[in-house]
């Protein structure tokens, strides 16, 4: 049974790039959610998708953007980068929208520096 | 803004003896509660859920509810050095919508 894979694993960009970053969900899994996470803070909710629509977003500015795919997969995308930006970025999938009993799986994250 | 609370620690127990961690939050409307372990550079992993008020058991940890007091606890029994890790507690606000906590750091001495 395959977890939540993302990929890249580590990415270095300079002030200004723009990244993107890839996840796949749990298998059964339909709602994906991305989260960003400073050293020693607790992650911090980006948005989430489903049915390949922004459906809830969290206190990040417009510089931050997504998509999900009719396979579920998404993206995450962050224009413009600051040094802020410096995070791992967990990808969590989860099943259905309509129930409170369905916990957050994680993939392995992604390590953006920016420099 | 929901909130969540936690001891940021770190919390030292001597291997053997029953670490014992708390969560606070703020929105009585939240539903499920959760405890994600996270080890230094890794992704956070799920080992407990809890739904209802009282008691949860799965081996050596025990989840704990008191809604009306709006506080989480996990004990973990026979502590190990590899439960030397980041303990979150994550809160469900809303439909998959998930407040964490920023951890409590637990040590546990050989």
């Known amino acids: 049974d395959a977890g939540v894979t993302q990929s890249p694993t580590h990415l270095i960009k300079t002030r200004g790039q723009q990244v993107t970053l890839r996840c796949s969900p749990k298998?059964?899994?339909?709602?994906v959610s991305w989260y960003q996470q400073a050293l020693g803070q607790g992650p911090q909710f980006i948005f989430q998708y489903y049915e390949e629509e922004e459906r809830q977003r969290g206190n990040f500015p417009d510089r931050f953007s997504g998509h999900q795919f009719p396979n579920y997969s998404s993206e995450l995308n962050v224009n413009a980068l600051l040094l802020g930006d410096s995070a791992l970025y967990l990808c969590?999938?989860?099943?259905?929208?309509?129930?409170?009993?369905?916990?957050?799986?994680f993939g392995n994250g992604t390590r953006l520096t920016v420099t | 803004q929901k909130e969540v609370e936690q001891n940021s620690g770190p919390l030292s127990v001597p291997e053997g003896a029953i670490a014992s961690l708390n969560c606070t939050y703020s929105?009585?409307?939240?539903?499920?509660f959760f405890w994600y372990r996270q080890y230094s550079g890794k992704s956070p992993e799920l080992i407990m859920s809890i739904y209802s008020n009282g008691d949860k058991e799965d081996g050596r940890f025990t989840a704990q509810l008191n809604k009306a007091s709006q506080y989480v606890s996990l004990l973990i029994r026979d502590s190990q050095p590899s439960d030397s890790a980041t303990y979150l507690c994550a809160v469900q606000y809303n439909f998959n919508k998930f407040y964490f906590g920023s951890g409590t750091k637990l040590n546990v001495k050989p």
């Open positions: 298998s059964g899994h339909d709602t």
């Open positions: 929105d009585r409307g939240s539903q499920s």
């Open positions: 969590a999938s989860s099943r259905g929208r309509s129930s409170y009993n369905s916990p957050l799986h």
